[in-house]
Nanobody, 121 residues
Framework: QVQLVESGGGLVRAGGSLRLSCAAS????????VGWFRQAPGREREFVGG????????SYADSVKGRFTISRDNGKNTVYLQMNSLKPEDTAVYYC??????????????WGQGTQVTVSS
């Protein structure tokens, strides 16, 4: 069983930056795929980006491409989401999720509890 805990959310002004962390415990996720998702009030959950941890391959939604970067520290069993040039429309609860198959966009068996990101204009 894998437990995921997100942290690093908060309130930031438009144009600012935040770095979210997704710390895994229970077992190593070095062969997993990890996705970041977000859900704003009244909206469906959307994919933000993902990483295939074993090779470091990343993929991003068009809405965040060039502004957000996903990285990993396999030694710490942690994945990061660096968010730059934040916009008010980035306001949402951000979740990380892990897919044991190692894919991006597969079946995410494990989810964190989410962390709130609020971007003021």
């Amino acid at each position: 069983q894998v437990q995921l805990v997100e942290s690093g959310g908060g309130l930031v002004r438009a144009g600012g930056s935040l770095r979210l962390s997704c710390a895994a415990s229970g077992r190593s996720i070095v062969t997993y795929g990890v996705g970041w998702f977000r859900q704003a009030p009244g909206r469906e959950r959307e994919f933000v980006g993902g990483i295939r941890l074993i090779v470091g391959l990343t993929s991003y939604a068009d809405s965040v491409k060039g502004r957000f970067t996903i990285s990993r520290d396999n030694g710490k069993n942690t994945v990061y989401l660096q968010m730059n040039s934040l916009k008010p429309e980035d306001t949402a609860v951000y979740y990380c999720a892990a897919d044991p198959s190692g894919a991006i966009g597969g079946t995410y068996n494990y989810w964190g509890q989410g962390t709130q990101v609020t971007v003021s204009s």
